[in-house]
């Protein structure tokens, strides 16, 4: 199934959050004062929110109330998380076919600058992953985010918690939603996440100007019918 993306640099928000949402419970304090909490969420789920976007162009007001109007009823789209300041890519360069020759008009494919593919195969709810990396313009550090196109839960977002250089793999959370096989693309330079709505998406006018004060997504999942 083909999704909507949602993409915040249309409205050009004040504020853009982006994490992950996580559920811990209580087991009590010990007599020894210490609290034990059990995460009970399977590492959790992402949110994004956008804040007070810039709906003063009518046309773009238009697009706002149309994805409103889109996603009523927790119909879910794909999320762009829209961070490329802490992401380890360096935008687009041009490159010729394989052998060397320019398009039929002399100009060049615009392709990104990452390059990033799983190793080996890893399973669902796996939290360590073998990457080859191609081509990457910064070296891994973490804290980077990361998308998967998955075949049957589409685009899921994920974050490196630790990195093993000599091992060359990286360690991440959430686990992974579906199973990933060796070559699958990573996308560093622009996650993304199957998400819906909560909440409202507004755009009240005032002084004949829309406004509002932003959206916010949590993860969605599909039921058993899918998408």
Request: proline content about 8%; overall charge negative; aromatic content about 8%.
């Amino acid at each position: 199934m083909a999704l909507k993306v949602f993409s915040p640099c249309i409205f050009s928000p004040d504020g853009i959050e982006a994490d992950r949402e996580q559920k811990v419970i209580s087991g009590g304090t010990s007599l020894s004062g210490a609290d034990d909490t059990i995460a009970t969420d399977g590492g959790g789920r992402w949110f994004a929110q956008f804040s007070e976007p810039y709906l003063d162009e009518p046309v773009i007001a238009k697009t706002w109330r149309a994805l409103s109007a889109h996603l009523s009823g927790a119909r879910p789209i794909i999320v762009r998380l829209c961070d490329a300041r802490h992401q380890p890519a360096g935008g687009f360069v041009e490159v010729p076919h394989s052998d060397g020759t320019p398009l039929s008009d002399d100009t060049l494919y615009v392709s990104g600058e990452t390059d990033v593919r799983a190793a080996t195969d890893a399973p669902l709810r796996a939290t360590t992953l073998a990457v080859d990396v191609v081509s990457l313009p910064e070296d891994l550090t973490g804290g980077e985010r990361f998308s998967i196109q998955h075949p049957t839960m589409l685009d899921r977002a994920y974050e490196i918690s630790d990195i093993d250089v000599d091992a060359g793999t990286i360690t991440f959370e959430p686990p992974l939603r579906e199973a990933v096989s060796a070559g699958t693309p990573i996308n560093f330079e622009d996650p993304r996440c199957v998400m819906r709505i909560d909440g409202a998406m507004s755009s009240p006018t005032r002084m004949g100007f829309a406004e509002s004060p932003g959206v916010r997504f949590v993860e969605h999942f599909p039921g058993p019918g899918g998408y």
